[in-house]
């Protein structure tokens, strides 16, 4: 059984920082591009960034330069380090893997970043 489990989230400041976590098993996760999207309130989930199998990283334009994803594929985990976040940053942030062959995609359950004073 394929799990992708999120931890991390939480409540921070505006202009504070968060590390995401994501825990794959049931899967060799260095086949798979891991990725992590969000999806605040009312809008469409979107990506934030993802992580080819040797390290390729790719992210969207608005988190260029405060956000970090990085990945473990002996530990099966993917990483976001977050900073200087801002409250429109407040989202349910999603794992997500997929296949590098089959196109087969997992997403885990999500965690809750709130950016708030």
């Known amino acids: 059984q394929v799990q992708l489990v999120e931890s991390g989230g939480g409540l921070v400041q505006p202009g504070g920082s968060l590390r995401l976590s994501c825990a794959a098993s049931?899967?060799?996760?260095?086949?798979?591009?891991m990725g992590w999207y969000r999806q605040a309130p009312g809008k469409q989930r979107e990506l934030v960034a993802n992580i080819l199998r040797y390290g390729s990283t790719d992210y969207a334009d608005s988190v260029k330069g405060r956000f970090t994803i990085s990945r473990d594929n002996a530990k099966k985990t993917v990483y976001l380090q977050m900073s200087s976040l801002k409250p429109e940053e407040t989202a349910v942030y999603y794992c997500n893997a997929v296949h590098v062959v089959t196109r087969t995609n997992y997403w885990g359950q999500g965690t809750q970043v709130t950016v708030s004073s």
């Open positions: 049931g899967i060799m996760a260095s086949l798979y591009t």
